[in-house]
C-alpha cells in the first residue's frame, strides 16, 4: 500500500531563517506531488505542484520554492522566511487520473517567531 | 472556472442530532468527480467518498450519507446521530478539468463541532 512521510511535524523558526520541507511517497510510482498550507482556521490554499522528476508548477508567487530532485520525493523551500509564511503545510499525492483522489500527509505545523 | 462553495462556515450540534454539510460546485466539464475530505484537530486530511458526475445515487456508509444533485450542482454530506469524534473540518473538492495536473478544487471547509 501507499504511505506519504512529511517531517517535521513542528517546527519554529525566527524571520529571516532558510526553510526545508520534506515529504516522501512509498509504495508508488511517478505519482502527482502537491504542497498545500493552511493558514489558521481557512481552507487548502494550493503552493506548487509536480508531475514529474525536475517538474514544478507554481500556483502563488511568493518567497517559497519547491523542488523534486527524485521521483518520490518532494520538497518545499524559502531562502528567508517571513512572518505570513506560519502555518500549516501538507503534502500530499495522487495518480494524477483526474478521478482519483490525492492523499495527504499528516502536515507540519510551521510557526514563524 | 472551477469552484466549490461551502457556505456553512461553522456548525456545531448536540450529540446524537443529525447534521448535513453543504457543498455547492461550479465547472464546465461535463464529467467530472466529487470528493469529501475530514480534518480532525490533528490536521491530516482524510479521504471520506468519490462520486461521479454519471451517478446520482445516493450513497450511504454506516452513519454517513451523501446526496449528489446534479440538477442543483449540490453534492451534501449528512452525519446521522452525530458523536463527539466527528468533531473536525469537513472540506469538498472537485476534480480539475480533465488533463489538468492542477487537480482537485476545494472549498473553504466546514468547521463541525459536536458537544457531547
Known amino acids: 500500500s501507499q504511505t506519504i512521510h512529511q517531517w517535521p511535524a513542528t517546527l519554529v523558526q525566527p524571520v529571516g531563517s532558510p526553510l526545508s520541507l520534506e515529504c516522501t511517497v512509498e509504495?508508488?510510482?511517478?505519482?502527482?506531488l502537491y504542497w498545500y498550507r493552511q493558514a489558521a482556521g481557512r481552507g487548502l490554499q494550493l503552493l506548487f505542484y509536480?508531475?514529474?522528476?525536475?517538474?514544478i508548477s507554481s500556483e502563488v508567487p511568493q518567497n517559497l520554492s519547491a523542488s523534486r530532485p527524485q521521483d518520490r520525493q518532494f520538497i518545499l523551500s524559502s531562502k528567508k522566511l517571513l512572518l505570513s509564511d506560519s502555518g500549516f503545510y501538507l503534502c500530499a499525492w495522487s495518480t494524477g487520473a483526474f478521478n482519483q483522489p490525492q492523499h495527504f500527509g499528516d502536515g507540519t505545523r510551521l510557526s514563524i517567531l | 472556472a472551477q469552484k466549490v462553495t461551502q457556505a456553512q462556515t461553522e456548525i456545531s450540534v448536540v450529540e446524537k442530532e443529525d447534521v448535513t454539510l453543504d457543498c455547492v460546485y461550479e465547472t464546465r466539464d461535463t464529467t467530472y468527480y466529487l470528493f469529501w475530505y475530514k480534518q480532525p484537530p490533528s490536521g491530516e486530511l482524510v479521504f471520506l467518498i468519490r462520486?461521479?458526475?454519471?451517478?446520482?445515487q445516493n450513497e450511504i456508509s454506516g452513519r454517513y450519507s451523501w446526496n449528489f444533485q446534479k440538477s442543483t450542482s449540490s453534492f451534501n454530506f449528512t452525519i446521522t446521530a452525530s458523536q463527539v469524534v466527528d468533531s473536525a473540518v469537513y472540506f469538498c473538492a472537485l476534480s480539475g478539468p480533465k488533463g489538468s495536473a492542477r487537480q482537485l478544487t476545494f472549498g473553504s471547509g466546514t468547521q463541525l463541532t459536536v458537544l457531547p
Open positions: 509536480s508531475v514529474g522528476i525536475g517538474q
Open positions: 462520486r461521479n458526475s454519471f451517478d446520482e
Open positions: 509504495g508508488t510510482s511517478n505519482p502527482n
